[in-house]
Nanobody, 123 residues
Framework: VQLQASGGGLVQTGDSLRLSCAAF????????MGWFRQAPGKEREFVAR????????YYADSVKGRFTISRDNAKNTVSLQMNSLKPEDSAVYYC?????????????????WGQGTQVTVSS
């Protein structure tokens, strides 16, 4: 499956931003989907994950209550609604897909990665 993320940009502290990811090829509903992010000089960090049906979601503690992941299996898309953004949320955000069933936060466990979209939050 190929993933194409979009929606990044430059915003101010407290603003909202919505990232979208379109999937091409494969059977979208057979993948759990997620988002990772990577800031300069830091390792890739798990942000959120959503199960195949969309019935269950997982979040990093740092974004819980502010970010919401959702998916539309009819449109082969997954989204990340980001509210109350902080400067520490600044990073390149990657859309990911996982064919396995066990929820994981490890970057090495996600087989498919999109190209990334830059999010910058100014203070």
């Amino acid at each position: 499956v190929q993933l194409q993320a979009s929606g990044g940009g430059l915003v101010q502290t407290g603003d909202s931003l919505r990232l979208s990811c379109a999937a091409f090829g494969g059977t979208f509903s057979s993948y759990a989907m997620g988002w990772f992010r990577q800031a300069p000089g830091k390792e890739r960090e798990f942000v959120a994950r959503i199960t195949r049906s969309g019935g269950r979601t997982y979040y990093a503690d740092s974004v819980k209550g502010r970010f919401t992941i959702s998916r539309d299996n009819a449109k082969n898309t997954v989204s990340l609604q980001m509210n109350s953004l902080k400067p520490e949320d600044s990073a390149v955000y990657y859309c990911v897909a996982d064919a396995h069933y066990i929820p994981t936060t490890g970057a090495q466990d996600y087989e498919y990665w999109g190209q990334g979209t830059q999010v910058t939050v100014s203070s």
